[in-house]
């Protein structure tokens, strides 16, 4: 089983930037796919972006296209999320997790790390 840490959340203005990070433990890690999500206060988990075992397909709720890149290092076991043009909207708690099947069903499992707080203010 993959465990996750994530880091790099902060607070920012809107139109900023913040680059999270997830480093995973365990052997198998670039044998899932591995996503974002992020859950504001009072609303419910909700997807972000996505990437293949090997980092050559990602996949991106509509509400962060343009703006946001997931990107992925195999050798070093991490998962980045770099996040450009932040919105208000935005704030929330990020979190990486593990896929089952493909980046499109985007289905998470195992346990959720602690997450990383995004703050973006206006």
């Known amino acids: 089983q993959v465990q996750l840490v994530e880091s790099g959340g902060g607070s920012v203005q809107a139109g900023g930037s913040l680059r999270l990070s997830c480093a995973a433990s365990?052997?198998?890690?670039?044998?899932?796919?591995m996503g974002w999500f992020r859950q504001a206060l009072g609303k419910e988990r909700e997807f972000v972006a996505a990437?293949?075992?090997?980092?050559?397909?990602?996949y991106y709720a509509d509400f962060v296209k343009g703006r946001f890149t997931i990107s992925r290092d195999n050798a070093k076991n991490t998962v980045a999320l770099q996040m450009n043009s932040l919105k208000p909207e935005d704030t929330a708690v990020y979190y990486c997790?593990?896929?089952?099947?493909?980046?499109?069903?985007?289905?998470?499992?195992?346990?959720w790390g602690q997450g990383t707080q995004v703050t973006v203010s206006s």
């Open positions: 990437i293949n075992t090997w980092g050559g397909s990602t």
């Open positions: 997790a593990a896929l089952k099947g493909n980046i499109w069903t985007h289905i998470p499992f195992g346990s």
């Open positions: 365990g052997r198998t890690f670039n044998s899932y796919a």
